[in-house]
């Protein structure tokens, strides 16, 4: 529990209960949130993306401080008429809904709200192709690794969650980073004669 929380300091305490629960261990969340809130870590870190300082940084180490030379951000839809005139011109209609009304579409508002805070505050999209790259990666670790609260802590594309966590004589916990280690995800190997794993993460 610990490990994840240092490996993912975005996590806060139900998300590790739901990683949790994913790899077999029956745990409640409070449970979780007392253990963090013991060991000196925010149970519930920050919920919005970094500041743009912040993101520039990450992105200057990531391609280098010469790889972009600005930013636009649409923030009084000065520029929304243009955006508009692209889609058009590939064909796709515009559908419009009213501001401050996100109960006309809650799970749409939910998935951008999710895809906002989990993946595009923390990535420069470079292009379409980079963007098709990175939205395909993420949505394969949202459709079947990532918990949901809604459905037991179990991703869309799973129908039973593992009942309990292999033995400890077979416990090899390993981790595979998604999106360049944005996102990780965690399972067990269960070990064979023939299996040559080290103790630890990947």
């Keep these: 529990m610990i490990l994840l929380a240092q490996d993912n300091p975005r996590w806060g305490h139900r998300r590790i209960h739901g990683e949790l629960a994913r790899l077999g261990h029956r745990i409640a969340a409070s449970t979780v949130w007392k253990i963090l809130n013991s060991a000196g870590i925010d149970p519930a870190p920050r919920r919005t993306g970094p500041t ?33 005139a692209v889609f058009r011109a590939e064909e796709m209609d515009i559908l419009t809904s009213a501001p401050r009304a996100p109960r006309m579409n809650a799970h749409c508002e939910r998935v951008i709200r999710t895809l906002r805070t989990e993946l595009c505050d923390h990535i420069l999209i470079l292009n379409e192709t980079h963007a098709r790259q990175v939205l395909a990666e993420y949505q394969r670790h949202y459709n079947q690794h990532r918990p949901h609260q809604s459905r037991q802590q179990r991703p869309p594309e799973t129908h039973q969650q593992q009942d309990t966590a292999p033995p400890a004589t077979t416990r090899t916990l390993l981790r595979t980073r998604v ?24």
């Design 52 to 84: 743009w300082k912040q993101f520039l940084a990450s992105q200057a180490r990531r391609f280098g401080t010469h790889s972009f030379r600005f930013l636009l951000r649409d923030r009084d839809g000065k520029y929304s008429i243009a955006f508009d």
């Design 179 to 202: 999106l360049n280690g944005l996102i990780n995800e965690y399972r067990y190997a269960r070990l064979t004669c023939n299996d040559d794993f080290s103790s630890g993460t990947g």
